[in-house]
C-alpha cells in the first residue's frame, strides 16, 4: 500500500524567510503533484513532476523530485504573506488506465508578518 | 467558461437519508474522480470512472455509489450505510495520459449530517 508523508504538518514562518516542505512516499509512483488549498476551499494544481531530476519553479515556489530516494520538495524563498495556505503533496500511480492519487497529509503553512 | 461545477455548496442530511452530490465538467475530460477530504487530512479517493457507463472503488467506497452515464457527468450518492459522511466532497477530472495532464478539482459541497 503506497503512503505518502509530509513533514512538516504545520508550518509557521516570518515573511522574507526561506523554508522546504518533504513529502516523501513508500513505494514506486509515476508522477508526483502538489497543490494549494486555501481554508474552505478547493485544490488548485502548483506542479506536476514527471520523471527524476525534474524541477519547476513559479514565483516563490520551486518544487523537485528525486525518484530514487522516493522524496519531493517544495521550496519556499522569501515567504510573503500571500503564501499562507496548505500545501498537498499528491503521488500518482498507473495501473492499466487508471490513474489515481494518494495524497500526503499537507503541510499548513502560515506566514507571519 | 470550462470548468468544473458541484452542487450543491453546502448540504445537510438527517440519518437514514441518501443524497446525491452533483459533479459536472465541460472541459472534455475522459476521467473523473470523487474524494472525501476530512477537517485536517488530506484527501481519499472514493471512486473513479475512466469512460462512460465505467467506474472503480477507490480506497474508501464503502456507503457510496456512483454512476457515469454521460462523460460530462459522474454524480456521487451518499447512502445510509456510510456511518460518518460528514466531510468535505470535491470532485476531479482529468485527460488520460498525457505528459501535462493534471487533476483538475471542482468547489467542493460540504455536507452535514444532523
Known amino acids: 500500500e503506497l503512503k505518502v508523508e509530509q513533514n512538516p504538518l504545520f508550518l509557521s514562518m516570518q515573511e522574507g524567510k526561506n523554508y522546504t516542505i518533504y513529502c516523501n512516499y513508500s513505494?514506486?509512483?509515476?508522477?508526483l503533484y502538489w497543490y494549494r488549498q486555501d481554508p474552505g476551499k478547493s485544490l488548485e494544481s502548483l506542479f506536476v513532476l514527471l520523471s527524476n531530476g525534474a524541477v519547476k519553479q513559479e514565483g516563490r515556489l520551486m518544487a523537485s523530485l528525486d525518484t530514487k530516494a522516493r522524496l519531493s520538495t517544495l521550496h519556499i524563498t522569501a515567504a510573503v504573506h500571500d503564501l499562507s495556505a496548505t500545501y498537498f503533496c499528491a503521488v500518482e500511480q498507473i495501473t492499466g488506465t487508471a490513474s489515481k492519487l494518494t495524497f500526503g497529509t499537507g503541510t499548513r503553512l502560515q506566514v507571519t508578518l | 467558461d470550462g470548468g468544473i461545477t458541484q452542487s450543491p455548496k453546502y448540504l445537510f442530511r438527517k440519518e437514514g437519508q441518501n443524497v446525491t452530490l452533483s459533479c459536472e465538467q465541460n472541459?472534455?475530460?475522459?476521467?473523473m474522480y470523487w474524494y472525501r477530504q476530512d477537517p485536517g487530512q488530506g484527501l481519499r479517493l472514493i471512486y473513479y470512472s475512466q469512460i462512460v457507463n465505467d467506474f472503480q472503488k477507490g480506497d474508501i467506497a464503502e456507503g457510496y455509489s456512483v454512476s457515469r452515464e454521460k462523460k460530462e457527468s459522474f454524480p456521487l450518492t451518499v447512502t445510509s450505510a456510510q456511518k460518518n459522511p460528514t466531510a468535505f466532497y470535491l470532485c476531479?477530472?482529468?485527460?488520460?495520459?498525457?505528459?501535462?495532464?493534471?487533476?483538475?478539482f471542482g468547489p467542493g459541497t460540504r455536507l452535514t449530517v444532523l
Open positions: 472541459l472534455n475530460h475522459d476521467a
Open positions: 513505494t514506486t509512483s509515476d508522477r
Open positions: 476531479a477530472s482529468s485527460i488520460l495520459r498525457t505528459s501535462t495532464d493534471t487533476q483538475y
